[in-house]
């Protein structure tokens, strides 16, 4: 952290830097996991974000990608298996003005934890969930999860899987998420400003990220492969606003690679948090009631 004055008198906005968001615990994921690319994307988002550390809480459930939290010096929280988007919701009503993340795999998103994000998404409390989707169980050694396209080979489908996957993005929009986006380690510039507008974003913010498993996934989902399948959207001239398109283009979930804002709410609607806290301003007795 750096803090400058312009004059000797009035001290500048504090400025963070990496160093202060990158915690002092060493990454134990594969040499190569998407992972790692999407915790640096993840740093320098917090850093253009200017908060710090402990204004902002982490929470994850269990996974390889649910470690992230402890690799930040953000308040980490890596809860159970599924059950990060309650508690994540539960700290964000107990403290409003903490910058709330929520990070897991597809497993622990669509699968154990799947029932708790419509509600999360209706609720719209001002909280980013990033799911790291790689498409595959990667902690418990590459069993099939609910985004494992189908046809492919796993311990817990060998000879092929015979189940459609779940779409995330078409999941989150179909339910009313004000802001959908996906993005690829790939990309890192691309994900770091995804996350950044994510966080921003004044409402349940879904960030997918196709994030590789070196060890368990498939070599068309590799780093190398996503920089030539990916087609950002700014670039297909898609407008954010439009949440028909967005669900339209949501559909080449699995076919095409597709990064950037499938949709942004317009018009944000008023949170989940900001009603309780104007409804705790209305019950205040006023100086003659008391
Ligand atoms: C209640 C419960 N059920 C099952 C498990 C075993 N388990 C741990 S992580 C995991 C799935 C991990 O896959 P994913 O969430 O996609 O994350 P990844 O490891 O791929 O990042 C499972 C089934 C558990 N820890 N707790
Ligand atoms: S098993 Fe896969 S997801 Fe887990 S750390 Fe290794 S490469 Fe990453």
Same mark, same amino acid.
């Given at each position: 952290?750096?803090?400058?004055?312009?004059?000797?008198?009035?001290?500048?906005?504090?400025?963070?830097?990496? %160093?202060?968001? =990158? $915690?002092?615990?060493?990454?134990?994921?594969?040499?190569?996991?998407?992972?790692?690319?999407?915790?640096? +994307?993840?740093?320098?988002?917090?850093?253009?974000?200017?908060?710090?550390?402990?204004?902002? &809480?982490?929470?994850?459930?269990? #996974?390889? $990608?649910? =470690?992230?939290?402890?690799?930040?010096? +953000?308040?980490? @929280?890596?809860?159970?298996?599924?059950? &990060?988007?309650?508690?994540?919701? #539960?700290?964000?009503? &107990?403290?409003?003005?903490?910058? !709330?993340?929520? +990070?897991?795999?597809?497993?622990?998103?669509? $699968?154990?934890?799947?029932?708790? !994000?419509?509600?999360?998404?209706?609720?719209?409390?001002?909280? /980013?969930?990033?799911?790291?989707?790689?498409?595959?169980?990667?902690?418990?050694?590459?069993?099939?999860?609910?985004?494992?396209?189908?046809?492919? %080979?796993?311990?817990?489908?060998?000879?092929?899987?015979?189940?459609?996957?779940?779409?995330?993005?078409?999941?989150?929009? +179909?339910?009313?998420?004000? @802001?959908?986006?996906?993005?690829?380690?790939?990309?890192?510039?691309?994900? &770091?400003?995804?996350?950044?507008?994510?966080?921003?974003?004044? #409402?349940?913010?879904?960030?997918?990220?196709?994030?590789?498993?070196? /060890? @368990?996934?498939?070599?068309?989902?590799?780093?190398?492969?996503?920089? /030539?399948?990916?087609?950002?959207?700014?670039?297909?001239?898609?407008?954010?606003?439009?949440?028909?398109?967005?669900?339209?283009?949501?559909?080449?979930?699995?076919?095409?690679?597709? /990064?950037?804002?499938?949709?942004?709410?317009?018009?944000?609607?008023?949170?989940?948090?900001?009603?309780?806290?104007?409804?705790?301003?209305?019950?205040?007795?006023?100086?003659?009631?008391?």
């Amino acid at each position: 952290m750096s803090t400058t004055t312009d004059c000797g008198c009035q001290p500048t906005p504090a400025t963070y830097t990496v %160093k202060d968001f =990158r $915690s002092n615990l060493k990454p134990i994921w594969c040499p190569g996991c998407g992972d790692y690319g999407v915790v640096t +994307a993840l740093y320098r988002a917090l850093v253009n974000i200017g908060r710090p550390p402990h204004e902002i &809480a982490f929470i994850s459930g269990i #996974g390889c $990608s649910s =470690r992230i939290p402890g690799y930040t010096t +953000a308040y980490g @929280f890596n809860t159970v298996h599924g059950r &990060a988007l309650p508690i994540a919701q #539960g700290i964000k009503m &107990a403290n409003p003005d903490l910058t !709330v993340l929520v +990070a897991g795999g597809d497993g622990d998103g669509f $699968s154990i934890g799947g029932g708790h !994000v419509p509600h999360a998404i209706r609720r719209n409390l001002d909280l /980013t969930y990033i799911v790291m989707d790689n498409h595959i169980y990667g902690l418990t050694k590459g069993q099939l999860s609910p985004t494992t396209p189908r046809g492919s %080979k796993t311990p817990t489908s060998s000879y092929g899987s015979i189940e459609e996957p779940v779409n995330p993005l078409l999941y989150v929009l +179909a339910y009313g998420a004000g @802001f959908v986006a996906q993005g690829v380690p790939a990309d890192m510039e691309g994900l &770091a400003n995804l996350i950044e507008e994510a966080i921003r974003y004044p #409402g349940f913010a879904f960030v997918n990220i196709q994030s590789p498993c070196i /060890t @368990f996934g498939e070599p068309d989902d590799q780093l190398k492969a996503q920089k /030539t399948r990916m087609r950002k959207l700014a670039a297909e001239g898609h407008d954010p606003s439009n949440r028909l398109r967005a669900m339209e283009l949501a559909q080449a979930y699995g076919t095409e690679l597709y /990064t950037g804002v499938f949709y942004r709410n317009p018009n944000p609607p008023i949170t989940y948090d900001q009603h309780i806290r104007d409804r705790q301003a209305e019950l205040q007795p006023t100086a003659a009631e008391e």
